[in-house]
């Protein structure tokens, strides 16, 4: 078949993410990448302005990521991992807990982003039946989230987002208004007296507080201060809630620092990471617990967690995490991450008096801007095929999460193309 048959197929008999079967969105047909750029069947070329899905933080088809994934398919691609354990599950279990925030010593390794939060809500009840407390069976959040979209995680969601129509079969968790003091503005002592009336008011029904630190990425694109969450960990430790660090976004260094949670320095009792867990280059996630949590749901019957992916612990997948792990010592990522957020801080910040531009952020390698109405998507085709830039916003959010190795005159390309979206 040749690339026309093949869209042809695609067209009739694919679903695409948030696509409709019988109207489907045109698709670029990619062929080979690496470093910032995708290739494309026709032979042109696409500039990733966001990580595809926000993954890619050392760039596409890192050589040490992929001579790590084809070494260990030689060896050893798969092996349940009840009843077993291999070298790449450990050693990335190793370099994830040196990282992580203090006293996250515990790894359960999970396919997706969605499931490490099914997993932490999960563990988060256990851990409260074998304390004692089996009132406590749902869970606390904030307006404005995004976990994913299995139902445990889409009930943790903003409920007034994408997952709405789902909501007669989501569990109805305490919501909490959204952080409102944003990220670097001076903080407001009653921005988190909503979340502590809430926890009293509720106590003895939430089991944890879920939420993304610092950055509420898919469901509002916002940055907000960091002293949220130092409040939130003194609330949540106060009356033994636990405390859930959503991670899946803002770890692995897309904020400026390696972790979200290191802005608030604190340590949650729980966090999920997934997407840049491999560099991008194939599905893993994992959920980090303290040794509290370990040992307590240990204790008591059944004395084990009761989760186990089939693919748990892919040796592929923990193999290309172990070498994007290890690239972070590499290279100055944390001087290129602060050097794109100088730039895109710069760039972005002229797109701010236009008038379809409502508010203009950024914060590591993240820049948003929010536009008054939402692009449409024959717009943003047209300008990504006049660019050559790939940028996919959803709703009135304009953002860009480049990879770390993105050179400056490919930041400005990039800016270039929002502006020329915020401009149509
Ligand atoms: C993307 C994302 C998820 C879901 O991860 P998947 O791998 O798509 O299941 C969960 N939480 C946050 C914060 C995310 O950004």
Not at 235 to 252: H, P
Not at 257 to 274: H, I, N, Q, R, T
Not at 284 to 301: H, N, Q, R, Y
Request: proline share 7%.
């Amino acid at each position: 078949m040749d690339t026309t048959q093949l869209l042809e197929f695609d067209r009739k008999h694919l679903w695409h993410p948030y696509a409709s079967m019988t109207e489907p969105p045109p698709v670029n047909f990619a062929v080979s990448a690496s470093g910032t750029k995708i290739r494309l069947a026709d032979g042109s070329e696409l500039l990733d302005g966001v990580s595809s899905w926000w993954c890619m933080c050392h760039g596409h088809n890192h050589p040490k990521i992929v001579a790590a994934i084809r070494e260990q398919a030689a060896k050893l691609s798969q092996v349940m991992f009840a009843g077993f354990t291999h070298e790449p599950a450990i050693r990335l279990a190793q370099l994830l807990v040196e990282s992580a925030p203090a006293g996250l010593t515990r790894v359960f390794y999970a396919d997706s982003g969605s499931v490490a939060v099914e997993c932490a809500a999960k563990m988060a009840l256990q851990y409260q039946l074998a304390a004692g407390r089996g009132s406590r069976r749902l869970l606390g959040t904030v307006r404005g989230g995004y976990h994913g979209d299995t139902a445990g995680a889409m009930a943790l969601s903003d409920p007034d987002g994408m997952h709405h129509m789902f909501s007669g079969i989501l569990s109805k968790h305490h919501f909490a208004p959204q952080p409102a003091t944003p990220f670097g503005a001076d903080w407001n002592p009653d921005d988190f007296a909503p979340m502590e009336a809430m926890l009293d008011r509720y106590e003895n029904e939430i089991a944890a507080v879920i939420l993304e630190p610092v950055f509420q990425g898919a469901s509002a694109m916002r940055f907000y201060h960091p002293r949220y969450l130092a409040e939130l960990r003194r609330a949540c430790s106060e009356r033994d809630i636990l405390l859930i660090f959503d991670e899946v976004a803002t770890g692995f260094g897309r904020l400026g620092e390696f972790f979200a949670a290191e802005y608030a320095k604190v340590s949650p009792d729980l966090m999920c990471v997934g997407k840049g867990l491999t560099g991008g280059a194939i599905g893993l996630a994992a959920l980090l617990a303290s040794d509290k949590v370990a040992e307590t749901i240990s204790a008591v019957p059944p004395g084990k967690f009761m989760h186990g992916p089939t693919f748990m612990a892919n040796p592929l997948a923990c193999a290309a995490g172990c070498a994007s792990l290890e690239l972070f010592s590499e290279y100055d990522w944390r001087g290129n991450v602060k050097a794109i957020e100088r730039q895109l801080r710069s760039e972005l910040e002229e797109l701010r008096n236009l008038p379809n531009v409502k508010d203009v952020r950024t914060l590591g390698a993240v820049g948003v801007a929010e536009l008054a109405s939402t692009p449409s998507p024959e717009t943003v085709q047209r300008i990504v095929r006049e660019t050559g830039v790939w940028l996919r916003p959803f709703g009135p959010w304009l953002y860009t999460m480049p990879p770390f190795v993105a050179s400056p005159e490919e930041l400005t390309r990039i800016t270039r193309a929002m502006r020329a979206i915020a401009l149509a």
